[in-house]
């Protein structure tokens, strides 16, 4: 039930810390958070693994695959489902599968799977929905606890998508003994309260969706790394909610041609949390601005700059999408609610795209 709320959609954004805290719960073992044994294994053993995702499950997947590499150091592929089904890749000696889909039920991914099965290889369903058919269909399941998600648009399982990736990243790297310097159960507790943090500051979201999108046609969104990642998550919130043509880039990669639709005050969201490229995205703005673009840069505590429009609490820097993609699920429902758009209930969506 949404109870006293408007809308499903601001209510499964409000429950984004309790999600990330009942994650921590329900993977933690002592002072650790883990994954089962047998998970564990199958991981560890694949020489490559193969995310197989579709829309927002698909951008949690790009991020999945940083984690699988930074921190595990396991080789990743991320694809689309639906090209995968007709144009496989060549496959690795040793690839495990891992489908990551909030409702389980995704007929492009599901083909996939039964693909796959049919070739004899093992896969893990990572999904918020327990006994779904990717579920069913899989050899193991990790789940999202995130809670039934109604609204058509997809928030918390997001970022429950995001913390359990992380997770099972970090679980393999303990278990192939590898060495970190960083305690992940302490590390999503700060997200958690970074996220809290986000949900409460709905007014400075609801007047960053006024001043920058209040009559606009289509929007960017920047970012570099793990930004990147995060940028196409934004447009792609931005554009079924409110129906705005939004598109999200490589900081780098902009100049290469889209930089031609930049117009006086055309919309550009550039996030700047990652360290390393924090003076490359600052510079990609600078481009833009010159060319009329009214530039929104949210960036990380003690990273910020003079200008700035948005500055999210400081997490650790693999962490960074759990809280930076928050700020734009809420720009984007704030941008939709002045358009007078039906949030939860998008025009031509479905919750779950059960046809091919
Ligand atoms: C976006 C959205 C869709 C789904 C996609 C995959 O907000 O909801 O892009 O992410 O249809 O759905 P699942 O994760 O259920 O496989």
Partial sequence: ?????????????????????????????GEDVTIDADILNAIAEADRLY????????????????YFEKIAKIPVEVHISSEFGYNMPLL?????????????????????LVKIKELGYKALTVTNVPGSTLSREADYTLLLHAGPEIAV?????YVAQVAVLAVAAY??????????????????????????AMVDSKDVMEQIAEDFLKIARNAFFIGRNMDFCVSLEGALKLKEISYIQAEGFAGGELKHGTIALIEEGTPVFALATQKDVALNIRGNVKEVVARGANAC???M???????DRLVIPRVHELLTPLVSVVPLQLISYYAA???????DKPRNLAKSVTVE
């Fill in 92 to 112: 690795s000696e040793k690839p495990l599968f891992i489908f990551i889909s909030q409702s389980g039920e995704t007929a492009d991914s599901r083909q996939v």
């Fill in 337 to 343: 609610l002045h358009r007078r758009c039906d949030v």
């Fill in 171 to 196: 679980a393999v790297a303990k278990q192939k003994g590898i060495t970190l310097d960083f305690d992940l159960k302490q590390e999503l507790a700060i997200v958690a309260n970074g996220i809290q």
């Fill in 297 to 299: 840069i949210i960036a």
């Fill in 301 to 307: 505590e003690g990273m910020e700059e003079e200008g």
């Fill in 51 to 66: 995310i197989i995702a579709a829309g927002t499950s698909y951008h949690a997947g790009l991020i999945g695959k940083q």
């Fill in 1 to 29: 039930e949404k109870g006293t709320y408007p809308h499903y959609m601001l209510k499964e954004m409000d429950e984004q810390p309790t999600v990330i805290r009942k994650i921590i719960q329900a993977y933690e073992q």
């Fill in 153 to 157: 648009a997809s928030t918390k399982a």
